[in-house]
């Protein structure tokens, strides 16, 4: 499987990473954290480790470190905007549960 970003997401990374001037992709992960016990980490990225699993979607490279895969295998992550809100949304098949603020979530 893989990691993919919906058309929202991929055309504002792409926007946001060219008014930076600098960038190859996004860096996706999971980290310890929460009262659910997981939670995402996203980062721009600004060169691909040895180490990245690298997979491409809409012409956008993510890279997701290999411990962190298991988790986030099949997530499409998507940017949406709700009202005057607006942010990233992660769609992962993987999640069981999740906290009740939606910071952290089980596998």
């Known amino acids: 499987m893989a990691v993919t970003l919906s058309e929202s997401a991929a055309r504002h ?12 992709g996004i860096r996706l992960g999971v980290r310890t954290s929460g009262c ?3 939670a995402y980490k996203l980062e721009f990225a600004d060169e691909v480790l040895p180490e990245d699993l690298l ?3 809409h012409g956008v490279q993510v890279m997701i470190d290999p411990k962190s895969l298991p988790y986030i295998d099949g997530t ?3 940017f949406v905007r709700e009202g005057l809100n607006e942010g990233f949304k ?5 999640v069981k549960g999740e906290c ?3 910071e952290s979530f089980t596998v």
Not at 13 to 24: D, E, H, M, P, Q
């Open 76 to 78: 499409e992550l998507d």
């Open 90 to 94: 992660f769609n992962n098949p993987n």
């Open 36 to 38: 659910s016990g997981m």
């Open 55 to 57: 997979f491409t979607s």
């Open 100 to 102: 009740g603020c939606g």
């Open 13 to 24: 990374i792409s926007n946001f990473i060219a008014k930076r001037g600098k960038g190859v």
